[in-house]
């Protein structure tokens, strides 16, 4: 299934149902009165967030979504029946703007989460509502008010405790299926990973966390380049990121060039991505010679701590997760979760 996080949809609520005229014709009654009732309010348009839904999938070719009308109202005083709402399901992580203002409208993070977006237009009254003592039979009812309609970006960024990021070919896809139950397309080109791929790592002793396998990112990806910011905007909901570098592939004589150019990336994308808790991760350690290499990265990067990994043999794997899962809970105490 294609991965779909950027939709454009029109919504409309629904019409308000018409007022009655209506006057009343019953036996011995020669003059009744107005008994025409009010219109039905329409139906509004809410967005409601699903856990089952990953993506906007469904916004592919569905693009107008209309709430249903209100019902006109009848002789005998009778309400028209109020229209239906309508429940648009989307993923949580979703971000709803007005395309016409820009203005963001509603982030809708937490499941179960309820928004309404378009209010359905009132009922109009009928003639009943009219009648005065001076005018004891209007022949005049209201229209019903008219639906909103709003043209809508809905956009999705995932969300995920920790955000694997790196080159491609850095491992990533193989890296999550090893810590966690996701089963990412795996193969040795670039760009494998079309779409981010969420998995739930457990621990020993601490709370499972979400993991994000970012597609590979490249110079200027925050332009566009690749597949640029099109997952770029994945990376902002996490809490840490996992700097993921292929160690086989370091240049001894330039060893920080991929880390200064994902690290320029993320921030050139976003500033807040720079001040992002980071744990830089060398992988294929298994690689005859990558240990060397990673070595000279390690002392030429300083003193940030760097760890070892191969998610091919398993080899520093529970060390990597006994080590998120600690930056997690400091991250958590900073934030006061």
Do not use: W
């Amino acid at each position: 299934m294609k991965f779909i996080d950027e939709a454009i949809i029109t919504v409309q609520s629904g019409n308000g149902g018409r007022g009655c005229v209506s006057l009343r014709r019953e036996k011995f009654i020669p003059r009744g009165g107005p008994d025409g009732g009010d219109g039905g309010k329409g139906g509004d348009v809410l967005f409601r967030t699903v856990s089952q839904k990953r993506t906007l999938y469904d916004f592919r070719h569905k693009k107008h979504f209309i709430a249903e009308k209100g019902g006109d109202g009848a002789a005998r005083l009778k309400t028209g029946k109020k229209g239906k709402d309508l429940i648009i399901e989307i993923p949580p992580g979703t971000l709803i703007s007005d395309i016409s203002t820009g203005s963001i409208l509603k982030d809708m993070v937490e499941p179960d989460d309820t928004f309404v977006i378009a209010i359905g237009g009132r009922g109009g009254q009928g003639n009943k509502k009219f009648a005065t003592s001076t005018h004891r039979t209007p022949r005049f009812a209201q229209p019903g008010e008219e639906g909103q309609t709003l043209n809508l970006k809905i956009e999705l960024k995932l969300i995920a405790d920790v955000g694997i990021v790196g080159l491609p070919n850095a491992g990533k896809s193989t890296l999550i299926s090893v810590i966690s139950s996701a089963h990412p397309k795996i193969a040795d080109y670039p760009f494998t990973t079309l779409t981010p791929v969420l998995g739930v790592v457990k621990t020993a002793g601490g709370e499972p966390f979400v993991v994000a396998d970012i597609p590979g990112l490249i110079e200027g990806a925050h332009k566009g380049a690749g597949l640029g910011t099109t997952f770029l905007k994945h990376v902002e909901r996490t809490r840490m990121l996992v700097h993921l570098i292929d160690a086989s592939a370091i240049n001894p004589d330039s060893p920080l060039s991929e880390y200064h150019t994902i690290n320029r990336e993320l921030s050139l994308y976003s500033k807040s991505l720079a001040d992002r808790t980071q744990l830089v991760v060398l992988n294929k350690t298994d690689i005859t010679g990558s240990k060397d290499l990673a070595d000279i990265f390690k002392a030429a990067v300083g003193e940030i701590e760097v760890l070892l990994i191969s998610a091919a043999t398993g080899e520093g794997i529970n060390k990597l997760k006994q080590q998120i899962t600690l930056l997690l809970q400091k991250i958590a105490k900073k934030d006061g979760n």
